[in-house]
């Protein structure tokens, strides 16, 4: 006896699935979640058919169509969905967990998605779920529904702090989604995209079970919608390969999407699956909870990697500053803005020419340095505002810069770290064209004149002492989950 001969029962919140012979009968419940209603038969009718036209995007083949189930009387009395059945030995979820080598089907199905994607349907309203408000409405809807198991099988605190980062992120970031929406990156996708229900076949994926029952849900970021299967494989404990996945789809669709963006859709994809958890639970699953916790713990790691940070790298101008600066952009993949390269453009310098002068002269004169500073901060709000981490490379020698930094973190809800690098001796590097007794001077009397900056974590770039890693330590417990994401 093959598989296919097998019958078997399948029953999920939902629905109850038939397999028998080469065929799948799927018969909808009469239930009502919440966010989905099936009680009435002329709805299930209904969402039976919209569910195989859907499905046919992905999987033309399986879906075969709608069959009746006749009563006592002959006449119709339910309805069910009627598939081609999959071998389950191919399910993706059961490859990954007997460790089997998908990574050629898994970058296959990276490109399947991305001409999904790129060939969907968009339009206005597809836009409007897919935008900020959209997604906030998405998330906020979540957070209602799940707050009557907070303090019970989830974790009070860790809801709290799901919600408060979550608002965070979305509160400064208008622009990242409008330039998604402009982009043409929202489109009508799957909407559900798990591991359980993608088969790999020899002549390619299938991909079953998009969302038909609420169109608002399968209206997304094409980023938003790989995110679920990259969370799905995360959790199955293949990080590296969820990792892979969305590098593949993002090359595949051309989407230079920033780690921050790719995090929050991980987090919401997981706290999505953490809600699910929560309704099984309740349901009589004890065996749910685990998950609960598992998904939460999973959606405040992407929540707390893909903070977006304004970090200020202050102190006398010295090669050691602008090193620590570097330093903590590679580690974070922040953009590093520098004060002497923005002087000098806005001087009109070539940028190997030194703007050298004597103090508070030329183009350091308390004019000249009050608008590189507002420069400075000019091009670092748009950045935030993008979703892009931002290490600020300047002396900060007065407070009243400072501050505008700190109105800056504070106005795109951006975490600011503040960093003052100190040095016995300062040492300026010799440029081509520079005048290194006068940097020297310079950097002597901006250390000499510095208003105390008592918020500022020091960090020591003495000769042969200084460490990135110190610099790291002093930014808060969330950095090891943004390098370990990386």
């Known amino acids: 006896m093959t598989v296919l001969d097998q019958a078997e029962m399948v029953q999920t919140h939902t629905a109850v699935l038939t397999l028998f012979g080469d065929r799948a009968y799927k018969l909808k419940k009469p239930v009502d979640l919440g966010f989905l209603d099936y009680r009435r038969r002329a709805d299930r009718f209904r969402l039976c058919h919209r569910e195989v036209r859907l499905n046919r995007r992905l999987a033309p083949d399986v879906y075969i169509g709608v ?17 081609r059945r999959m071998p389950a030995e191919r399910r993706l979820a059961t490859l990954v967990r007997q ?68 608002h965070e992120f979305l509160n400064g970031r208008d622009r990242l989604f409008t330039d998604r929406i402009a982009q043409g990156r929202i489109v009508d996708g799957h909407g559900d995209l798990l591991a359980d229900d993608i088969f790999l076949l020899a002549d390619g994926p299938r991909i079953l079970d998009c969302l038909e029952f609420d169109d608002r849900l ?48 991980l987090a919401y994809r997981a706290f999505v699956r953490a809600k699910d958890a929560c309704l099984r639970h309740e349901r009589g699953e004890p065996d749910a909870a685990a998950d609960v916790a598992s998904y939460t713990d999973l ?58 002068a004597g103090f508070g002269q030329g183009v350091y004169t308390t004019e000249w340095t009050d608008r590189t500073y507002a420069e400075l901060c000019w091009r670092a709000r748009r950045l935030l505002e993008l979703g892009q981490t931002v290490v600020l ?94």
Do not use: K
């Open 99 to 166: 460790g089997a080598q998908v990574d050629a089907d898994v970058r296959r199905l990276a490109r399947v998605m991305a001409v999904f994607h790129g060939t969907a349907r968009r339009g206005p309203a597809i836009d409007a779920e897919g935008g900020r408000a959209g997604l906030r409405g998405r998330w906020d809807a979540t957070f209602e529904q799940m707050r009557r198991f907070h303090g019970g099988v989830l974790d009070r605190d860790a809801a709290a702090e799901v919600e408060w980062r979550v």
């Open 299 to 356: 959606t405040l790691r992407h929540l707390r990697a893909g903070t977006v940070r304004l970090i200020v790298v202050g102190g006398p101008r010295t090669a050691d500053r602008t090193a620590v600066a570097g330093g903590l952009a590679d580690q974070l993949g922040a953009t590093v803005l520098s004060s002497d390269r923005i002087r000098g453009e806005m001087a009109g310098l070539d940028p190997l020419t030194s703007a050298a």
């Open 67 to 83: 069959a009746d189930i006749l009563g006592p009387d002959g006449l119709p009395c339910d309805h069910m969905v009627v598939m």
């Open 218 to 265: 399968r209206y997304l970021d094409g980023l938003d919608d790989a995110a679920f299967l990259a969370m799905d494989l995360e959790h199955l404990g293949t990080p590296d390969l969820a990792r892979r996945f969305l590098d593949w789809y993002a090359q595949f669709s051309g989407d230079p999407a920033q780690e921050p963006l790719r995090h929050h859709y």
């Open 393 to 486: 490379d300047a002396s900060f020698a007065r407070n009243r810069h400072r501050e505008a930094a700190r109105r800056l973190a504070a106005c795109t809800h951006s975490a600011l770290t503040e960093l003052r690098c100190t040095v016995a001796t300062p040492a300026v590097p010799t440029r081509p064209g520079a005048r290194r007794d006068t940097d020297a001077l310079i950097a002597d009397l901006l250390a000499t004149e510095a208003d105390d900056w008592p918020q500022a974590c020091r960090v020591a770039t003495d000769p042969g002492s200084l460490d990135v890693v110190e610099a790291l330590a002093a930014i808060d417990d969330d950095r090891p989950a943004v390098t370990a994401g990386r």
